[in-house]
């Protein structure tokens, strides 16, 4: 027996296509795709009986053969600082193929709240300092599972129209909106599934349904030269980039995608970007390693590499996960690297660790289909307790 298919996550044309499978007359399609978007994407419902505008008689044929179902949600996590971790279950695209599990994170903070999303099974990078880059690529992520990560933050965060809000989120009086901004600095690389991320953001910041701006969705890579252009082009997100070091030997060894698309190339793409101005700055990423690319000079370099870029620089206190090789600068190291960048022009913020208890923080994500054993996870927690 087939599963039905849910239709969340689809975009304009896939819910055309699943009202003509079900002999909705094209002539009534668009006004009812308008409906359907409405609920979906707006209102968050996950029964059509609720469509109160919708026939009958159509909500009947749609429940059907269709479902409004999201992943599973197989675990959830809520650190102490607030930041909330779940683990989602993609069933099988088909008989006898295995789950895979993938991973978001919400980061809640007093002005904001960020909602970090994967978009691959795995990763195909092997950056040597993150978590995630030890598991291998399996696949791409589906449009409508990016846009189903969304669904479910929203849903367990009570954040659609008369929901009830969760348990330790701020009200709806004092934050209309949880989830304010995207970044697809999740599992994977986003620019090696470009058409499922493009395709993901224009349903998520469609301003009919659930209207996150693109100014407000960041896409981070690890430096996809070719793909940088038409991101900006064709998608007109925010563009993050994990450089990690200034030097080529270095950032081959720390992100070994840059033996194929070197410093150089990489900037070159980034004072190419399209949109890049002082209101629309690229996001440098840079983990900051003890001993590794922490110096004075380091941060000289930097400056002078990203000359002409309009930029901020995030530096990033390495996250640790058991079995890695790095250390974490010191403060002090940090507080005067960011001061070398800060004092040439550049905002330098150094990220505030969010979620190292449950591992959701910065490079720490890998879905529990690489489980831990109960030794690594009693080492997390003594490095997380000594921070």
């Avoid at 252009?229 to 990690?244: K, R, T, Y």
Wanted: glycine share 6%; proline share 5%.
């Amino acid at each position: 027996m087939s599963v039905m298919r849910s239709l969340a996550g689809l975009d304009r044309t896939g819910l055309g296509e699943a009202l003509a499978e079900i002999g909705v007359s094209e002539r009534e399609r668009k006004m009812r795709v308008s409906q359907l978007w409405n609920w979906i994407y707006f209102r968050g419902v996950r029964d059509f009986e609720a469509m109160t505008n919708v026939s009958k008689d159509l909500r009947a044929k749609l429940a059907e053969h269709f479902t409004l179902e999201r992943p599973e949600v197989v675990v959830e996590q809520i650190s102490t600082d607030g930041t909330r971790k779940w683990l989602i279950r993609l069933p099988a695209d088909t008989p006898g193929e295995k789950p895979h599990d993938v991973e978001a994170v919400y980061i809640p903070e007093s002005d904001r709240g960020t909602l970090c999303i994967s978009s691959q099974v795995g990763c195909t990078l092997n950056c040597s300092f993150c978590h995630t880059g030890t598991q291998k690529l399996v696949r791409n992520l589906r449009a409508s599972e990016i846009v189903a990560q969304v669904m479910i933050a929203r849903d367990r965060l009570g954040e659609w129209p008369g929901a009830t809000r969760a348990e330790g989120t701020a009200s709806e009086a004092d934050a209309p909106r949880l989830v304010t901004n995207l970044v697809f600095m999740g599992m994977g690389e986003p620019l090696y599934n470009y058409d499922g991320v493009k395709n993901a953001i224009a349903i998520i910041s469609d301003d009919q349904g659930i209207s996150i701006g693109k100014r407000r969705i960041t896409v981070s890579t690890s430096g996809v030269v070719p793909m940088i252009e038409p991101l900006g082009n064709d998608v007109g997100a925010m563009l993050a980039i994990s450089l990690h070091a200034t030097r080529d030997d270095l950032r081959d060894e720390l992100v070994p995608l840059n033996k194929k698309y070197p410093i150089k190339d990489l900037l070159d793409a980034c004072r190419a970007y399209p949109g890049a101005s002082n209101a629309r700055r690229i996001t440098f990423e840079y983990v900051m390693l003890k001993d590794v690319n922490d110096k004075p000079a380091d941060a000289r370099e930097l400056v002078r590499l990203l000359k002409g870029i309009p930029a901020k620089i995030n530096l990033i206190p390495f996250n640790p996960w058991p079995g890695t090789k790095y250390e974490c600068s010191d403060w002090e190291t940090i507080e005067k690297f960011s001061e070398i960048v800060f004092n040439a022009g550049y905002a330098s913020p150094v990220r505030t660790p969010r979620g190292r208890d449950i591992l959701a923080a910065c490079g720490q994500l890998k879905s529990e289909t690489q489980k831990l054993s109960a030794r690594e996870r009693m080492a997390l927690r003594a490095m997380a307790m000594t921070d």
